[in-house]
Nanobody
Framework: QVQLVESGGGLVQAGGSLRLSCAAS????????MGWYRQVPGKQRELVAS???????DYADSAKGRFTISRDNAKKMVYLQMNSLKPEDTGVYYC????????????????WGQGTQVTVSS
């Protein structure tokens, strides 16, 4: 069984920082794309940041210049450093990973964590 477990969320005042972590576990052969998504009640889950592959990242416009995604492939982890937080950053943050298995060849499958709440107060 594959699990993605997020941590690091919490309550913070505007202008503060948080560092989210996501750990993947299970019988994993390869992790391809990894990313962070945010969901707010009444809205679609949206991309915040993604690691397309090691060293190549993409960000939502709202995150550019403030958030940094990084990964440690050996540890099967991905991180999101969130600085200069704003109230509009509030939401549940979900870790996403495209995972390959010993049996899947070159195929990858998308998995999601359970989410971690980030609340930014004004």
């Amino acid at each position: 069984q594959v699990q993605l477990v997020e941590s690091g969320g919490g309550l913070v005042q505007a202008g503060g920082s948080l560092r989210l972590s996501c750990a993947a576990s299970g019988t994993i052969s390869t992790i391809n794309r990894m990313g962070w998504y945010r969901q707010v009640p009444g809205k679609q889950r949206e991309l915040v940041a993604s690691s397309i592959r090691d060293g190549i990242n993409d960000y939502a416009d709202s995150a550019k210049g403030r958030f940094t995604i990084s990964r440690d492939n050996a540890k099967k982890m991905v991180y999101l450093q969130m600085n200069s937080l704003k109230p509009e950053d509030t939401g549940v943050y979900y870790c996403n990973a495209h995972i390959g298995f010993p049996w899947s060849g070159d195929a990858f499958f998308a998995y999601w964590g359970q989410g971690t709440q980030v609340t930014v107060s004004s």
